[in-house]
């Protein structure tokens, strides 16, 4: 063990640090790479979730905008009032669901932690055990508030003019 510990473990204890002796740099680079299928990854290519692959195709097409707008400028064009909806537009955050993050469409109110989320979400949760997924506590179908007021506005905001 003290071979063990002398030879492996002690080499390590400056990991996590910029000094590790004189002259001297450890890297620890490590890559990263998400499969959905079984098999190689396809030629060395990551794939990615489609929520971050939503968002950097969100950025890309915003910085595009960005690029087109600063053209016009300079070249003395106008702005034509183009309303593009960006591919993975955000919802506020207040009419997502804390636990999957998605836009409810039937927001209820879990009186054991005080919490809002959609109607399936709570439901899911009696079934699988009827506990709150915030606290633990027990949770029934008769603890749960329905929230209109809400549930309009995020129907307004889904049939806002684009």
Same mark, same amino acid.
């Given at each position: ?7 492996? %473990? ?27 299928? @079984?098999? &190689? ?14 968002? /950097? ?12 707008? &600063? ?26 669901? @804390? /636990? !999957?993050?998605? %836009?409810?469409?039937?927001?209820? !109110? /879990? ?21 709150? @997924?915030?606290?633990?506590?027990? /949770? ?8 209109? &007021? %809400? ?12």
């Amino acid at each position: 063990y003290r071979k063990h510990f002398f030879d492996d %473990l002690w080499t390590l204890r400056n990991k996590w640090t910029n000094k590790v002796g004189e002259g001297e740099s450890l890297s620890y680079k490590v890559r990263v790479s998400c499969r959905f299928r @079984p098999g &190689e990854t396809s030629g060395g290519r990551v794939c990615l979730p489609l929520h971050q692959f939503l968002r /950097l195709r969100r950025q890309k097409k915003a910085k595009q905008q960005e690029e087109q707008d &600063e053209n016009r400028e300079n070249h003395g064009g106008t702005n034509g009032g183009t309303n593009d909806i960006f591919v993975g537009e955000r919802d506020p955050e207040e009419f997502c669901d @804390p /636990l !999957l993050g998605s %836009l409810m469409r039937d927001p209820v !109110l /879990l009186t054991s932690s005080g919490r809002i989320v959609d109607r399936t979400v709570a439901m899911q949760c009696i079934q699988r055990g009827g506990r709150d @997924p915030f606290n633990g506590q027990r /949770l029934t179908i008769h603890m749960l508030t329905p929230q209109p &007021e %809400l549930a309009t506005r995020i129907q307004t905001w889904r049939d806002r003019p684009e």
